[in-house]
């Protein structure tokens, strides 16, 4: 039996009976290079279809580009992203095909798109035209004006959220998305600061210092950090819906809540009462259940949302994660009250080779 087999296998027995959306569907994430092909895309769709998986979450911008046709059709909305380099084949559009492929299953798709990380760890893969050589005044700076380098913290640079450009620039690429293509849903990855000492870009600032003399906004940098990120979450979202009513809108978020609001600025307890979002997946991504049990109490032990996915890790370098962790882990989100669980990653799970025997039937 191949590792695929195996995965679904896996997927299936450990949903048994839990809902990754609202509506109960079960959905399958598919990377940048899990969809940069046809015979890829074929074998994702095939094997949702076989599975019984009613969407894919398809990644559609990796870094700042493209795994789709920017400005397709209507081009309301400019986008200037470059084709990914995922895509080595001249003129193929994985998210269209992706889409036409599902619509033969009747297998939503819903596009992930990171926000504001737009390169890889290094950059000597990416156009001229890309947004990091063409918008080097946006890039996040530390507070010696030093601009991050995409290297550093191994995740890439990002472009400063602080910048009202940055927002309008981010989400018309989204928007462009939306308008093109008959899309089940977005989800927003990404969608904060890479830290605080990333966080001094001179135009974010001189547009705090505005924000705070004209609106009678309150002097705190902090506070201000985060409004911003909530601010471009709601307003992204009130501009999905008013395109498209029915495109679901979801985002991603760290789990810690001290962390993730005063580090990297999401204060996704705020998010949670935005009629425009309908999901927040807390990326709970530790191998430990003790560390797994400690971050629901310390997080989610006053949170009740419908709203709230719990995303587990399902992959490990060193091969030593095994199946039965994954189950554990869901075993005590479930006893938290928590139902909406999803695992990240296809390619994780390929990679481990994960199997379950019935004995790890979530119950």
């Known amino acids: ?137 946006w890039i996040c700076r530390t507070n010696n004006d030093e601009p991050m380098i995409s290297h550093n913290g191994g995740e890439g640079a990002y472009l400063d959220p602080g910048i009202p450009e940055v927002q309008r620039y981010t989400q018309d690429v989204i928007l462009d998305v939306v308008a093109n293509y008959g899309i089940d849903g977005i989800i927003l990855d990404y969608v904060r600061y890479p830290g605080g000492e990333y966080t001094y870009n001179s135009l974010a600032l001189e547009h705090f210092i505005e924000d705070v003399s004209e609106n009678n906004y309150t002097n705190n940098y902090t506070e201000w950090k985060q409004k911003v990120i909530s601010d471009f979450i709601r307003e992204t979202g009130a501009k999905i819906k008013f395109l498209k009513p029915d495109v679901d809108f979801a985002v991603t978020a760290k789990p810690d809540n001290h962390d993730a609001k005063y580090r990297f600025y999401q204060n996704w307890e705020e998010w949670l009462q935005f009629k425009e979002l309908d999901h927040v997946h807390l990326m709970m991504y530790t191998k430990s259940d003790a ?71 979530v119950k």
């Open 291 to 361: 560390s797994f049990k400690d971050m629901l109490e310390k997080n989610l032990s006053k949170v009740n949302s419908l709203k709230i996915a719990i995303s587990l890790r399902a992959w490990d370098e060193q091969k030593r994660y095994r199946s039965e962790d994954i189950q554990s882990k869901i075993r005590i989100a479930k006893a938290a009250g928590f139902d909406n669980i999803s695992l990240f990653h296809f390619g994780g799970l390929v990679a481990n080779g994960y199997q379950l025997a019935d004995t790890l039937t």
């Open 1 to 137: 039996m191949k590792f695929s087999r195996f995965l679904i296998i896996l997927v299936l027995l450990i949903f048994a009976g839990t809902a990754l959306l609202q509506a109960e569907t079960r959905s399958l994430w598919a990377t940048a290079w899990d969809i940069n092909t046809p015979q890829k895309i074929v074998k994702v769709v095939k094997t949702a279809a076989e599975y019984d998986f009613d969407a894919i979450f398809a990644e559609i911008r990796y870094r700042g580009d493209a795994l789709y046709k920017p400005n397709r059709y209507d081009r309301t909305f400019p986008n200037p992203e470059p084709i990914s380099y995922f895509v080595t084949i001249d003129g193929f559009d994985p998210l269209a095909f992706l889409l036409q492929a599902a619509q033969n299953f009747n297998i939503k798709v819903y596009a992930w798109m990171t926000t504001f990380v737009v390169t890889p760890i290094y950059t000597h893969k990416l156009p001229k035209d890309h947004v990091y050589f063409t918008h080097p005044e």
